[in-house]
Every structure is written in structure tokens, then in C-alpha cells.
Antibody, heavy 117, light 110 residues
Framework: EEQLVESGGGLVQPGGSLRLSCAVS????????MHWVRQGPGKGLVWVSRINPDGRDTAYADPVKGRFTISRDNTRNTLFLQMNSLRADDTAVYYCVKDLGGLFDNWGQGTLVTVSS | QSVVTQPPSASGTPGQRVTISCSGSSSNIGSNLVVWYQQLPGTAPKFLIY???QRPSGVPDRFSGSKSGTSASLAISGLQSEDEADYYC???????????FGPGTKVTVL
């Protein structure tokens, strides 16, 4: 069974940093594009970032460009999201998502990031 | 504000047919495949329709998708109480070089 388990969320002050992790199992991690998607409280889904299988090709949504960095460790089957200069509007549940050819076929349970003083 | 639009809400009585529209542009829906996601309350989303109109195994045939030009739609026929959820259309946007979700449509079963 495929599993994606996020961790690393929590309460952080504005301007602070946080690193999210997503441990995957049940599929060959190194073969798939991976994404982060977030959902603010009571709001819709917003794509954040993606990374290709070997980690060399990344893309970001405009609101997080220059502040967030996506990476992966294929030897540890883990996806990361380094978040710097956090703002209140970054408050959201962050989902780790597996990409099956342009569709997000498996989602983690999400990890909550709260940016507040 | 999303580059893809959806109505904020839709409703129907049990057994009725409900249709959700998703409108975009040539850089997203007009040139890329559309996926529909269902998010039940308190859960992570799951994909419902992919490649514009394909239904994965396990999804009831009450759900169907279509696309024409820069618009797509999701139809739920024979509406059931368990269909109460938020529904999102999504696709890649070539201009933004990013994945875009619609704002979501909340379906209520009256």
C-alpha cells in the first residue's frame, strides 16, 4: 500500500523557518514527480511546488518563489520543503502529493503550519 | 485569485443531476488535461476524474467529466448524500509554469 506521511509542521513566528518532510513507502519514489499542495483554513487547494524524479527540475508558485525550496532524497524515500521568511498567509495544511502523469493520485494526510506571533 | 473559475456552490436533492463548471483559458484547460478532485469533510482530496473524462476504478459511474475548448465540467447523476463534498478542477498552466486548481465548488445534498 502506498503511503505518504508528512511531518515538521507547527507554530512559527512571522519571518521564521520550517522544514517539512514527507516519508513515502509502497512505491518506487525515485520514479515519480512529487508536489506540495497547501490549503489555508477554510480555503481551497493551492499548488505550491513540484520536483522531478532526480531532483534537478523544480518549479514554484509565485507566492513562494525565493522563499521555499523543494528537494528530495531518493535514498531515504523522502520529500522536503524548506520554508523561509514565513508569513501569516502561509498558514495552511501542507500536503505531500504523488504525481501519476499529471494527476495527483495519492495524497498524504497533511501537516499544519501556523504562522503567528 | 485562481486563473480557473468554478461556481462556489451547487446543490440538489437525492437522485438529481448536478453539474459543476470549470472555466479557464488557452494556457491551461485549452491545452492540458483536466483532473477533478473530491474532498470530503476533514479528509485529504482524492482524484475523481482524470484525462478530462476518465474515471478510475472504484469511482461510481454516476460521476462523469467532459471538456470543450477552455471549459470543463463534472456531472454527478443520481446525487447521493455521500456526495456532499468540495470538488476541485485542476490542470497545468503553461503560462504560469505551474499546476492550477479551481477555487472549489461545495456540493450540498438537500
Amino acid at each position: 500500500e502506498e503511503q505518504l506521511v508528512e511531518s515538521g509542521g507547527g507554530l512559527v513566528q512571522p519571518g521564521g523557518s520550517l522544514r517539512l518532510s514527507c516519508a513515502v513507502s509502497g512505491f518506487t519514489f525515485s520514479k515519480y514527480w512529487m508536489h506540495w499542495v497547501r490549503q489555508g483554513p477554510g480555503k481551497g487547494l493551492v499548488w505550491v511546488s513540484r520536483i522531478n524524479p532526480d531532483g534537478r527540475d523544480t518549479a514554484y508558485a509565485d507566492p513562494v518563489k525565493g522563499r521555499f525550496t523543494i528537494s528530495r532524497d531518493n535514498t531515504r524515500n523522502t520529500l522536503f520543503l524548506q520554508m523561509n521568511s514565513l508569513r501569516a498567509d502561509d498558514t495552511a495544511v501542507y500536503y505531500c502529493v504523488k504525481d501519476l502523469g499529471g494527476l495527483f493520485d495519492n495524497w498524504g494526510q497533511g501537516t499544519l503550519v501556523t504562522v503567528s506571533s | 485569485q485562481s486563473v480557473v473559475t468554478q461556481p462556489p456552490s451547487a446543490s440538489g436533492t437525492p437522485g438529481q443531476r448536478v453539474t459543476i463548471s470549470c472555466s479557464g483559458s488557452s494556457s491551461n484547460i485549452g491545452s492540458n488535461l483536466v483532473v477533478w478532485y473530491q474532498q470530503l469533510p476533514g479528509t485529504a482530496p482524492k482524484f475523481l476524474i482524470y484525462h478530462d473524462n476518465q474515471r478510475p476504478s472504484g469511482v461510481p459511474d454516476r460521476f462523469s467529466g467532459s471538456k470543450s475548448g477552455t471549459s470543463a465540467s463534472l456531472a454527478i447523476s443520481g446525487l447521493q448524500s455521500e456526495d456532499e463534498a468540495d470538488y476541485y478542477c485542476a490542470t497545468w498552466d503553461d503560462s504560469l509554469n505551474g499546476y492550477v486548481f479551481g477555487p472549489g465548488t461545495k456540493v450540498t445534498v438537500l
